[in-house]
């Protein structure tokens, strides 16, 4: 995180003696980056952070890529992922490249460990359940809607509460820098001169939830930290509980942003997507499309254009929202459109979304600068149907999308999604472009990009 932020107790000055009650040093522990000329954050310990008893190799998590030479367009329905693993082990990945890597996790079993990212900052973004986050920097709760940035060499804990009666398991998106480069807001959030967020920015420091107590976990045993590196686990084992910091102030810290924050900027015409950019790292970035109003000059197309987006590959996770006048998409699931060639609104959706006011999706998108290919995992949940979907008679497009929308009018908006866009909202003129009746579905299918 680009500003500055402490919690605990710390010295008057760095690099001084700091001791503890019993009269002993507590151990200093610069945490650096970009060979300390980046964000970084000084933490106390108890213990000195470098006491290992042992350690061993233990798996690996090299991706396989299939399908590199193949270009089209993918549906991958993630919701039929069976729990599998711990939030650590039970990560899928779907996409990735030499820079980012996305999966998808199903915990059903709890982390007896503790787990550090040496390799990249991870993005989870929360669809459902709720816990806590245990770092070394303090504890981040979290639940639905979050995203929890964890920056690299971040030691970690992630434990889900148990699911009460009528709350989904815990799922949860990861998207990893894996080209060693840091999840940051966008610099032209910032003050140059103060890196605080400036006006036009869609969030801002009060959106942000950073590490709260406890902090300070004083044990003696054997520890496990698992270490991921070089496209392994190794199991490190230590004397003392890896989270024994009394105190530390930085700018590199995990928080937390729950996707409900940030603020959609909505213009007179459609918006491109970078209006809806919530972090970027090197070579790809995260954008949040929330429920929000639409364009509002009176002949808006709300839908997004027909766009070739040259330089990127697309991945969109679709969170919540009515999905039944998109074709073939669910909640859960992942659409990529790749960097060759055209895409855009189903047949007919332009025409039906006319004079549609609001949208109630929710999707998280990483659009990425190079080219993704997919795992064995993704091919496994691959809609094949996909790629020809946009193939169909507008006419025959257009029964079937009122039909949708007559459903979605009789059907009502899941509980989640009543804080928007639920009710019909009113017409702003009497025209061509006024033909659809359901502002709930019509809505549904305006936010794709
Ligand atoms: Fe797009």
């Known amino acids: 995180m680009p500003y500055y932020s402490k919690l605990g107790k710390i010295p008057s000055k760095r690099h001084i003696q700091f001791r503890r009650p019993d009269g002993g040093l507590y151990s200093e522990e610069v945490f650096g980056t970009e060979g300390f000329t980046g964000p970084t954050s000084t933490l106390y310990h108890i213990h000195p952070p470098t006491q290992v008893i042992g350690w061993k190799p233990l798996y690996s998590t090299k991706v396989e890529y299939v399908e590199r030479e193949v270009m089209r367009m993918r549906h991958v329905k993630s919701a039929p992922l069976p729990p599998k693993g711990d939030p650590i082990t039970g990560r899928v990945v779907l996409f990735g490249n030499k820079d980012v890597e996305m999966s998808v996790c199903v915990p059903v079993d709890a982390m007896k460990y503790h787990f550090k990212n040496a390799a990249a900052d991870e993005c989870i973004f929360i669809h459902f359940g709720k816990g806590t986050v245990f770092t070394q920097f303090g504890a981040l709760k979290f639940g639905p809607k979050d995203y929890i ?4 060499g971040t030691i970690y804990r992630m434990d889900f509460d148990a699911v009460a009666d009528g709350e989904a398991e815990p799922r949860f998106l990861v998207i990893e820098s894996v080209n060693g480069s840091h999840i940051l807001p966008p610099p032209r959030y910032m003050s140059k001169k103060t890196a605080q967020f400036l006006e036009h920015a869609p969030y801002c420091e009060r959106d942000l939830r950073s590490p709260q107590l406890p902090l300070t976990f004083d044990k003696k045993g054997s520890y496990e930290v698992r270490i991921k590196s070089r496209d392994f686990v190794h199991g490190y084992t230590y004397r003392y509980h890896p989270l024994d910091c009394v105190g530390w102030d930085g700018c590199y810290y995990p928080y937390c942003f729950n996707i409900d924050d940030f603020s959609p900027i909505v213009g007179k015409h459609h918006m491109p997507p970078p209006t809806h950019q919530t972090f970027e790292a090197h070579n790809f970035v995260i954008c949040s499309f929330c429920p929000r109003p639409l364009d509002f000059h009176p002949l808006a197309v709300v839908v997004p254009y027909n766009h ?62 190079a080219p993704l290919f997919p795992t064995q995992a993704a091919l496994d949940l691959d809609d094949l149907a996909y790629p020809q979907s946009w193939e169909e008679e507008p006419e025959a497009a257009l029964t079937r999308l009122r039909a949708a929308a007559t459903a979605a009018t009789a059907a009502p908006t899941a509980k989640s999604n009543t804080r928007v866009a639920t009710k019909k909202q009113p017409t702003k003129k009497k025209s061509a472009a006024s033909k659809a009746k359901s502002s709930s579905t019509r809505a549904a299918s305006a936010n794709t990009w």
């Not at 940035?149 to 690299?152: E, F, G, L």
């Not at 998409?329 to 055209?342: C, F, N």
Request: aromatic share 6%.
């Open 308 to 369: 070739s987006n040259l330089d990127s590959d697309e991945v969109l996770y679709y969170v919540e929202g009515n999905y039944k006048a998109r074709r073939g998409i669910e909640v859960g699931s992942l659409s990529l459109h790749p960097q060759g060639i055209a895409h855009g609104p189903h047949p007919g959706t332009v025409e039906a979304t006319l004079g549609v006011t609001h949208t109630n999706e929710l999707a998280v998108m990483c659009d990425t600068f």
């Open 149 to 152: 940035v964890i920056p690299k």
